[in-house]
């Protein structure tokens, strides 16, 4: 064998190893791909799963404040009604006080009056079965209204609050 032949054989075989490393190469790239393209198709999968239980968890939420909004509206307008419906009543009354249709007066005990004269109301005239009664001054009898007013404002506010507080600690 000549040298000339020998690095013709030579470069013959490089061509053929390199030609084999190139088409392997190849091969492995071909599958290495497909493994990843795979991988990736897993993962978007995945990640489509995780991202529509999330939006359900998120729309079963909404849904529930939604639900507590409006039970809490519901609730908010009940308690305002009763406050305005109290007012209304207390209105009527104080009314009814000032232009003298209606008179206030408190049951006296026979034995706390100490020999005092305390102006009663007429027996013959009244519809009140009992003791001796007293009518209160006007003015006495619109202050204390007032503080009844106050007192069933508060009252009203307070189960406002109350319903309020379990409404919102109650889990639906």
Known sequence: MTPASLKLALVGVLALVLATAG???????????????????L??????TISNAAATVQRTEQDK?????????ASEQTHYKELSDAQTKQARLRDRLATADLRLSVLLDASSTGGCAVPATSG??????G?????????HAQRIIGITDAGDQGLIALAACQA???????PK
């Open 23 to 41: 088409g392997i190469w190849k091969v492995q790239d071909w599958r290495y791909g497909k493994q990843l393209a795979e991988q990736a198709g």
């Open 131 to 139: 003791g001796t009664r007293a009518r209160l001054d006007p003015a």
């Open 43 to 48: 993962h978007q999968s995945d990640l489509d």
């Open 124 to 129: 013959a005239g009244g519809v009140v079965h």
């Open 164 to 170: 309020y507080a379990k409404e919102v600690s109650t």
């Open 65 to 73: 404040r939604l639900a507590l909004e409006q039970r809490l509206s």
